[in-house]
């Protein structure tokens, strides 16, 4: 391996990888299109918000001292539905507006009941109790203009993409997704759809890794299986380094002699690191071909799935200055017993179960590193620390899927 770090701790393959960078660039894009990506800059909001004092409920406007002493019968003199309308009423003493969810507050009136505690008669309205102060919305109570409520590398989710336009901007600047090419690697794969021959079987990787490189917000594309040849191999990799902005494969990093992107990387790449210290997953390797990142993801779909969540999607986090999205921890109590292992972070496939107010964590699935269901079908990862003994029990830091 010559001088290339070998098996080293997640942390440290991490602080490796940190070293390289992909330059971003920053877009603006309108609301409708900023669904899932990374905000660029820290986003003040243009108003104040609400921008007016207003109704919490549908009822009546008046001063709180009339109605202090209940049943209170005051005039109505008007009725207030939305912005602008009926700017000149003015509530005096004795009197009432009725007004809708969201309008402004008319000028004289401190305090809201809502209509349900109300019963009207002609133009006379009769309040069941004291009316209620904290049903006016006041004006910059959520906001105010200037401040900022959105920073720059938050996830745009759908409540944020809300708040944007809450805040006035129709568009925002976001960081460019990255172009991410995805390579499955193995003469023994066949696309879903196909007929199996004995000796293969369906390639799952890419479709895996394009659904979470969509889910950071970049652009993933599935290129074409290759089989495990160094020339082919070659080519394909050429190609993607001067089509994306980063290359994941999947397959052929093991120690065999089939093992074609270790090889490969070894004798003709830039090559960072090879293994960490993770299981499952622990071959991966990061390196450039042609000075582009790639990643080179073990075959197992397990594993390459733990690799994009542990080491992939951290990095790329961090190249695009994003905090987000991650993958939540919780706390859970240990409900069957999981094996750690001597010196890798292990991480064990659970089911959560809320028993009596307590998070518990089952390993109730087979977890071999081939058994892709052991993902899908669990709601989280138990972090195991490498050495470490775990009995029913002990509460535990778990990755939520
Ligand atoms: P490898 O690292 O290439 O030896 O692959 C390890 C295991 O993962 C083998 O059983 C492969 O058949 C399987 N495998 C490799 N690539 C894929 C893929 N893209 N989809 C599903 N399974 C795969
Ligand atoms: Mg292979």
Redesign the pocket.
């Known amino acids: 391996m010559g001088e290339t770090p070998y098996f080293v701790e997640l942390d440290e393959a991490l602080e490796i990888c940190r070293s390289t960078t992909i330059q971003t660039v920053v877009e603006r894009v309108d609301l409708d299109n900023c669904h899932n990506r990374i905000l660029a800059v820290d986003l003040p909001s243009l108003v104040d918000d609400p921008p007016f004092d207003n109704s919490a409920m549908d009822g009546f406007a008046m001063r709180y001292e009339d109605t202090l002493e209940p049943p209170s019968t005051l005039e109505v003199i008007g009725t207030i539905q939305a912005a602008g309308q009926e700017d000149d009423l003015v509530v005096s003493p004795g009197q009432a507006v009725r007004i809708m969810t969201g309008a402004p507050i008319p000028k004289g009136a401190n305090s809201i009941l809502q209509v349900e505690l109300t019963s009207s008669e002609g133009n006379t309205v009769t309040l069941s109790q004291a009316s209620m102060k904290h049903f006016i919305r006041k004006k910059g109570e959520n906001l105010t203009k200037g401040q900022v409520a959105l920073k720059s590398g938050t996830h745009l989710t759908p409540s944020r993409v809300g708040l944007c336009a809450t805040m006035g901007h129709s568009s925002i600047p976001v960081v460019q997704k990255l172009k991410v090419g995805i390579i499955?690697?193995?003469d023994?794969?066949k696309q879903p759809g196909e007929e199996l021959a004995r000796g293969e079987?369906y390639?799952?990787?890419?479709f895996g890794l394009f659904g979470l490189v969509n889910w950071l917000g970049h652009d993933a594309t599935r290129l074409h299986c290759v089989g495990d040849t160094i020339d082919d191999l070659r080519e394909v990799l050429n190609q993607a380094s001067t089509n994306f902005d980063l290359i994941l494969t999947?397959?052929?990093?093991?120690m065999g002699d089939w093992?074609l992107v270790r090889k490969i990387m070894e004798e003709e790449g830039d090559l960072h690191f090879w293994r960490v210290k993770l299981r499952p997953g622990s071959p991966p390797l990061f390196g450039l071909w042609n000075n582009t990142p790639i990643f080179g993801l073990?075959?197992?779909?397990v594993s390459s799935h733990v690799v994009f969540r542990m080491l992939v999607a951290p990095w790329i986090r961090h190249t695009t200055q994003a905090s987000g999205p991650i993958e939540p921890r919780v706390y859970a109590k240990l409900a069957t017993s999981v094996k750690p292992t001597k010196d890798c972070l292990t991480l064990r496939r659970v089911s959560l179960v809320n028993e009596n107010g307590e998070l518990t964590a089952h390993q109730n699935i087979h977890q071999g590193s081939?058994n892709l269901a052991s993902v899908a079908m669990s709601e989280g990862m138990v972090v195991l620390q490498p050495g470490c003994e775990y009995s029913i029990g002990d509460t535990v830091e778990v990755m939520i899927l």
Do not use: A, F, K, R
Not at 203 to 206: K, V
Not at 298 to 301: A, F, I, R, S, V
């Open positions: 499955s690697t193995g023994e794969l079987i390639e799952s990787n890419s999947s397959g052929g990093v093991s093992d073990p075959g197992n779909p081939g």
